[in-house]
């Protein structure tokens, strides 16, 4: 997501929230890599392995969490270093639950983007 911000040119942060439309975060949340997930992630997403949640990730983070993805995503082009927001993600098997994501302090590195999710249910 970082790559595709740095493409933006000179928004204000209102204009870049309008240039935000759930057709570009649908864009943006297919451009995402899971790098790793442990094995309590792997439960609670209902999943066997990482290669299947990313296979599988546009189903895990729906338009309902497209406000948590817009405001993560003007922190990143703010060069905030940290930004944490619960959302509404559901899992492989269709439950739906709350996940707590956050982008942890890491000044200085510019990719991959690192993101930290902690799924929990409700």
């Known amino acids: 997501m970082k790559a595709y911000l740095d493409e933006i040119e000179n928004l204000d942060f209102d204009a870049l ?12 949340t297919g451009r995402v890599h899971i790098l790793d997930a442990n094995a309590a992630t792997m439960e609670l997403f209902e999943c066997s392995d990482r290669a299947s949640l990313s296979a599988e990730w546009l189903r895990v983070f729906r338009r309902e969490a497209y406000p948590a993805l817009r405001e993560g995503m003007v922190a990143l082009y703010r060069g905030e ?15 739906r639950g709350t996940s707590f994501s956050t982008l942890p302090s890491f000044q200085g590195r510019t990719a991959p983007t690192p993101a930290l999710l902690y799924p929990f249910s409700m």
Do not use: N
């Open 81 to 95: 270093t940290r930004f944490s927001h619960e959302t509404v993600a559901y899992y492989l098997k269709g439950t």
């Open 17 to 28: 929230r309008a240039h935000l439309t759930p057709r570009v975060l649908l864009e943006c």
